[in-house]
């Protein structure tokens, strides 16, 4: 049984940093593309980053210098380095598996930057 477990987020001020963590199950992770993506309160669906076999990595402009998309294989698990955050980066953010068009979602982690 598949399963993405998101875990990290919470309350943090402007300029503050937060490493969101996937955890991965049931599956064999090494093999898939893995991605992040989020929705702010309100608003549509937002990819952030994507890291492919190899350790490739891709990031919206929004994440660009910003945000880093890690994967450990060995512990099955994803994560999301984000530093400077902004009030604007607050979101569930989810985790994503990819694989020749299909996605499984985990169920998100809420990351609230306010002061």
């Known amino acids: 049984q598949v399963q993405l477990v998101e875990s990290g987020g919470g309350l943090v001020q402007p300029g503050g940093s937060l490493r969101l963590s996937c955890a991965a199950s049931?599956?064999?992770?090494?093999?898939?593309?893995m991605n992040w993506v989020r929705q702010a309160p309100g608003k549509g669906l937002e990819w952030v980053s994507r890291?492919?076999?190899?350790?490739?990595?891709y990031y919206a402009d929004s994440a660009k210098g910003r945000f880093t998309i890690s994967r450990d294989d060995a512990k099955n698990t994803l994560y999301l380095q984000m530093i400077s955050l902004k009030p604007e980066d607050t979101a569930v953010y989810y985790c994503?598996?990819?694989?020749?068009?299909?996605?499984?979602w985990g169920k998100g982690t809420l990351v609230t930057v306010s002061s």
């Open positions: 049931g599956f064999t992770f090494s093999s898939y593309w």
């Open positions: 994503v598996r990819e694989n020749y068009g299909m996605y499984y």
């Open positions: 890291i492919i076999g190899g350790g490739g990595t």
